[in-house]
């Protein structure tokens, strides 16, 4: 049961607060100029947010890719007043100072739920702390946490990044078997998601468990582009500078995949499969899917950012006193030039 519902606590939408807190000032001063008559603002006009709707804190972390607009998105659209809820939405804009203030300051307000996606896995015990202190569930969404006490969070939603990995890994090796270039040696370059990121962790790990099974695939480089396209060709450009013959290009995400495509085609070399530099991307965007079609992009391993609906179920075990697990994984697969067409007629982002 939600302290909504219960009316343990009183709460107030900001903007009310700031619009009442200047309606009183008014007041004061009209008092004190004319020492006559005036209504009577001095009371408490904030507008108290229904006390039958489920308060949720969100910290997104950022609004770097066409993914992460898209996991708002269905953030923004579950959490509605028509379903029963009232959103406090925070975008920390990549800064994990932001993101604690953001929670800090969801505690403060004594929310029913924090739902937070956080930047990197370090660093969250002291306020994960202060959410439990003050009797407030957290769910994690898309990324997790590193703690030296794993139940200070009630339960996680997303991705197996390090499974998202493997199947990039495993599906380049059957583009080079059909190739026939299973013996040849294959220089690779990484894009890698921000550092320290469960995501960049994850597919990292995962690819390199492939990798590390096929000795003629040699890893000339893996770098942090930010999971940004900017960066993405930035990087590549680089890459591309540094080192000659690049055989194929593993790319974190596909806002970094679009910018690096950008960088080889400036180099007068051909993305493909049957191309200069064979492309393997993450998360499945609907403009890459496309890409994927055209064989530009030779295979997307899917990254799920529909995760509302996902916290909603979670939250209403909750509400309703039941047990939840710890952990739940969105379905993901690998699209390639045979299924791409097909799902990017449902993609919406
Ligand atoms: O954590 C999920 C990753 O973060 C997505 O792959 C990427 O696009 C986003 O920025």
């Given at each position: ?22 309606a ?41 890719s ?12 579950t959490?509605?007043?028509e ?9 920390a804009?990549?800064?994990?100072e932001?993101?604690?203030r953001?929670?800090r ?6 929310v ?8 990197t ?9 202060e959410?439990r202190?003050?009797g ?35 599906t ?6 059909q ?5 040849e040696?294959?220089r ?19 690819f ?6 096929h ?10 582009a ?16 540094q ?70 179920r ?14 739940y ?5 690998v ?8 799902a ?6």
């Amino acid at each position: 049961m939600s302290r909504a519902k219960t009316g343990k606590r009183r709460f107030f939408g900001r903007g009310a607060f700031a619009a009442g807190l200047l309606a009183g000032g008014l007041a004061f001063v009209l008092a004190g100029c004319w020492g006559g008559y005036v209504e009577d603002l001095s009371e408490d006009t904030r507008t108290p947010v229904d006390e039958n709707r489920i308060v949720v804190g969100v910290s997104q972390l950022g609004s770097e890719s066409v993914w992460r607009t898209a996991n708002t998105a269905s953030i923004q659209e579950t959490f509605t007043r028509e379903n029963g809820y009232f959103l406090i939405f925070e975008n920390a804009r990549q800064k994990q100072e932001n993101q604690i203030r953001a929670l800090r300051s969801f505690i403060s307000q004594r929310v029913d739920y924090i739902v937070f996606s956080p930047l990197t896995e370090e660093g969250w015990d002291t306020v994960l702390q202060e959410a439990r202190e003050a009797g407030i569930p957290v769910i994690l969404i898309d990324r997790k946490v590193r703690t030296a006490d794993p139940t200070l969070y009630t339960a996680w939603i997303g991705s197996d990044f390090y499974n998202e990995g493997r199947m990039a890994g495993e599906t380049l090796a059957q583009y080079l078997e059909q190739q026939g270039r299973q013996e040849e040696t294959v220089r690779i370059v990484v894009l890698q998601g921000t550092e320290g990121s469960t995501a960049a962790i994850g597919r990292t790990a995962g690819f390199k468990e492939v990798a590390g099974l096929h000795e003629n695939w040699l890893i000339l480089e893996q770098v942090d582009a930010e999971f940004t396209a900017a960066k993405g060709q930035e990087e590549m450009e680089r890459l591309l500078s540094q080192y000659e013959d690049i055989d194929v290009l593993i790319s974190q995400n596909d806002d970094m995949t679009f910018g690096a495509l950008e960088a080889i085609r400036k180099n007068g070399l051909t993305p493909g499969t049957d191309g200069d530099i064979m492309v393997i991307s993450f998360d499945a965007v609907k403009d890459a899917l496309e890409l994927v079609s055209q064989g530009v992009i030779t295979a997307d391993v899917e990254c799920n950012p529909e995760q509302g609906q996902y916290i909603r179920r979670i939250i209403e075990k909750l509400e309703a006193g039941e047990p939840v697990a710890r952990l739940y994984f969105v379905e993901e697969q690998v699209y390639t030039q045979e299924n791409a067409a097909e799902a990017m007629e449902e993609r919406w982002y």
